[in-house]
T-cell receptor
C-alpha cells in the first residue's frame, strides 16, 4: 500500500517557540492532505484539509494563525504550530489522499508527538 | 450532525477466540463507513470500508464488518483472533457527496491473551 511519512516522530519544545511537522507521501501524489489531532485515549479530530497549491480549509474551532498549514507540492504538506503552549501538546497525524474524495483511501502517517514545556 | 459511537473502550479476548467490535453511527442517510486499526508507532491502516451494495464487507487480515441500517451499526468481526491483532481500532463515517471529512469514534483498544 501507499506510504505516508511524518517528521519528526516526536519533538519537545519550549513554550513560545514554533514547531514544524512534515508530512510526505512517498510513493504517490497526494492532491489532498488532512491534519488530525489526537488526545490521549481519544479519537482523531480533523483540524484542516489542504489541497496542493490552495489555502487549507480549517475545521470550526481550529485557530488558523496558530496552526499554519502549507501544501506546496503533491508530496509534501507541513503543519507549523506557532507560539506553542503546553495545551498544544498532542499527537498530530496527517493523512494523504490521491483525490480527497472519500471513495479514495486516506493513507495515514505514523504521527508526531509534540510536547511543549 | 454525524457522529460515531464505539461503546467499548477496552476489550480483552483470548487468542483464537472470536471478536466483535461495536460501532454505531448517526447520520441521516447511508454514510460511508470505515474501520481502521492503529498499532503503536504506525499510522492508521484501513481494514475495510462500505460505500454501498453487499452489507457484509470483507477486509484485510481476516476481518469483516456488517452494515445494518436498521440498527445504524457497522460492527467489526473476526472469527479467530491472533496475538498480532492487539491494537486500537477506530470506526469512522463520512458523508457521501463530496464532503470528504471523516468522523472517528473514540476507539476500542483490543488486548489479546495467549
Amino acid at each position: 500500500g501507499a506510504v505516508v511519512s511524518q517528521h519528526p516522530s516526536w519533538v519537545i519544545c519550549k513554550s513560545g517557540t514554533s514547531v514544524k511537522i512534515e508530512c510526505r507521501s512517498l510513493d504517490f501524489q497526494a492532491t489532498t492532505m488532512f491534519w488530525y489531532r489526537q488526545f490521549p485515549k481519544q479519537s482523531l479530530m480533523l483540524m484542516a484539509t489542504s489541497n496542493e497549491g490552495s489555502k487549507a480549509t480549517y475545521e470550526q474551532g481550529v485557530e488558523k494563525d496558530k496552526f499554519l498549514i502549507n501544501h506546496a507540492s503533491l508530496t509534501l504538506s507541513t503543519l507549523t504550530v506557532t507560539s506553542a503552549h503546553p495545551e498544544d501538546s498532542s499527537f498530530y497525524i496527517c493523512s494523504a489522499s490521491s483525490t480527497g474524495v472519500l471513495t479514495d483511501t486516506q493513507y495515514f502517517g505514523p504521527g508526531t508527538r509534540l510536547t511543549v514545556l | 450532525a454525524q457522529s460515531v459511537t464505539q461503546p467499548d473502550i477496552h476489550i480483552t479476548v483470548s487468542e483464537g477466540a472470536s471478536l466483535e467490535l461495536r460501532c454505531n453511527y448517526s447520520y441521516g442517510a447511508t454514510p460511508y463507513l470505515f474501520w481502521y486499526v492503529q498499532s503503536p508507532g504506525q499510522g492508521l491502516q484501513l481494514l475495510l470500508k462500505y460505500f454501498s451494495g453487499d452489507t457484509l464487507v470483507q477486509g484485510i487480515k481476516g476481518f469483516e464488518a456488517e452494515f445494518k441500517r436498521s440498527q445504524s451499526s457497522f460492527n467489526l468481526r473476526k472469527p479467530s483472533v491472533h496475538w498480532s491483532d492487539a491494537a486500537e481500532y477506530f470506526c469512522a463515517v463520512g458523508a457521501p457527496g463530496g464532503y470528504n471529512k471523516l468522523i472517528f469514534g473514540a476507539g476500542t483498544r483490543l488486548a489479546v491473551h495467549p
